[in-house]
């Protein structure tokens, strides 16, 4: 069902750019890989249909990650993206040319998506405003899957009122996504409110004590000082420590499994880039060695093997059970508390020659959280070290987007410095 033209108008002739894993009809959409370098696809995704309906004029696709694979942005096809902040630093990924775009102040908003962090950690790292919505929220029609169990669209700000009106204009029920959700889209603007106090807001305390950088750690304590000050209420509480340890292979196991099921696909034979061969086989395997990033075949052999037959049971169907079982914790913090709030991540955006290896802690794993659980998490910028953005992680229960929202803004409206972005002085409202 289309979505009625809006009367508001308020992202009419506003630009924006979209991650290049977003189908628009004609205009190249290559997930960053060379297997897809020469896609032009036949039909718009649905958030570009609704966008479009909207006014807002989309000027161009931005790099990432070879197909959402990644938290760096080094390895895209049309080389790496650097941070608007320092461009000695990475801008992160998967949605890295989003962010820095945003980031620098040329358009107001972009469209990424996230499957594990690939919103918020580039966001974060650029300092400006990531969300993920809730799983089904927004139609996933015409985007170039990663892993689909995870997989979300969202949206890069630099401001949360920015991101309320965005978010507004692209959630709801598709029916070329089966799974859209048909649970109603609020008001996300007009319902904004700075009034928190009847909040209950839960504190990791075993994932923000793990913060090896203390003046990070002290800005995550201003940010609950603040939250405290508006008047919610702020619980500390631990998350059980034997699932913190293994979020990350859980996800690990089904995002890359997931995605190289999907991507069986791309062999050459059906569509895409095409290498030469003297068997049918061989052509496959020459494709698929020369199409994809070194990085990116890493992924597919690790799905292959948590697929495979008789790993499945010890690799695959074990880290979905875990999956269930980490969901079911999440789910119990919130029958007891609205938001979760977390560092979001161990911290700022890493220089090039270090970011090859970008290392996983707890701190940074807690993201993926977000994705397990399809619940909505937001990344705020909350203050700088040495000169860098730095952030903290907003998560609520799934479709309430709106407290979300609601507590980043109550925040936000106390940040001194909202009105900055990367290079330079200039202000925005
Ligand atoms: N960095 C994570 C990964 O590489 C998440 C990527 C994403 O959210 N697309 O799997």
Redesign the pocket.
Known sequence: MKKEISRDLLLDGIPYVLKDNISTHNIYTTASSRMLQDYLPLYDAHVVQLLKQSGACLIGKASMDEL????TNMTALTGPVYNPWDIRRIAGG?SGGCAAIVASGLVPFAIG??????IRRPAGFCGIVGMKPTWGRISRYGLIP?ATSLDTLGAMTRSVKDMAIVLEKIAGHDQHDMTSSRVEVPQYKQCLSLDISNLKIAVIRNVYERLEDTRIKDIFKSCVSLLKKSGATIYEIDFPENYLQVLYPVYHII?NGEATSHHACLDGIKYGFQDKGKTIEELIVNTRTHGFHPHTKQRFILGALALKQENQNKMFRKAQKVRRLIVEEVQKIFRDYDIIIVPNGEGIAPLVDEAQDLSHTIVDDFLIMANLAGIPSLTLPCGFVDGMPVAIGIMGRCFDEQTVLNCAYALESQMPYRHQYAKGESTYV
Not at 113 to 118: A, F, H, K, L
């Open positions: 959402g694979m990644g938290s998967s998506s996230d499957t594990g962090d690939s990663y995002a």
